[in-house]
């Protein structure tokens, strides 16, 4: 008798394909985050009657969303759990739109320049200040943009999950079930072990697991008519 076929050959890769979602937006929640807490312009300013007065904006100042995108995220990772179907639809789009959020911003800081007007504003200046300089670092903006494309990452994965639940194992079912099916699968490969040896073709035999779960559902598995042996 040949050993029986491991039943969970194709779980681990299902498991790494949910996990990937999980894992992209803890890592775009972490990207967020950090990015919040750099500085992502240097002010410079002159008010006329002293010293020139530097000002550091911080990234929950000049991109004030990256925190609260970033808290989403993990909320959004406790949500993936729980959610099938619709809802985790739903959630994708969510996700998506944390993504281009995050993006946005990321995007504009690395591509344009930096507007002396907003951050005077954000710098909170008096209002007898200028402006002399403005300085965008781009480290945070690529760390920000980093996290954005985790999240997109997360919805695209998040689309492609199956709306329908899962059938979980055989050795879930009930047994009433499991016998029932087992008796099935083991009279059916009994006929075709017969129609094999008939024709001198080889085949994959019964496995033991087989022929004990046919035994206890009653059915047996020498038998190639499939008759349900008489219980004692």
């Known amino acids: 008798m040949t050993a029986a076929p ?18 992209a937006m803890l890592i775009g929640a972490l990207c967020l985050w950090g990015s ?39 909320a959004a990772v406790a949500a993936s759990f729980a959610v099938r179907g619709w809802a985790s639809r739903v959630l994708a789009v969510l996700v998506g739109l944390v993504a281009v959020g995050a993006g946005v911003p990321a995007v504009q800081a690395l591509v344009s320049d930096v507007s002396e007007a907003r951050a ?19 480290l945070p903006a ?9 999240a997109a990452l997360a919805a695209v994965m998040l689309l492609r999950k199956p709306t329908a639940r899962k059938v979980l194992s055989s050795k879930y079912d009930a047994p009433a079930a499991r016998r029932e099916e087992v008796a099935r699968r083991a009279s059916a490969a009994a006929s075709s072990a017969t129609d094999r040896a008939a024709s001198n073709d080889e085949g994959e035999d019964l496995t033991e697991r087989m022929l004990w779960d046919a035994l206890d559902a009653g059915e047996d598995p020498t038998d190639p008519s499939g008759t349900r042996r008489k219980e004692d």
């Open 120 to 138: 005077a504003d954000l710098a909170e200046l008096p209002g007898r200040a200028d402006v002399v300089g403005a300085e965008a670092f781009t």
């Open 36 to 74: 919040s807490r750099m500085t992502w312009v240097h002010v410079i300013s002159s008010d006329g009657l002293g010293e020139n007065r530097a000002t550091d904006l911080l990234g929950s100042t000049w991109a004030a969303a990256s925190t609260p995108l970033a808290l989403a995220l993990v």
């Open 142 to 150: 690529v760390v920000a943009l980093v996290g954005a494309l985790c």
């Open 6 to 23: 491991a039943s969970g050959t194709g779980r681990p890769a299902k498991s790494r394909a949910a996990a990937i979602p999980v894992v």
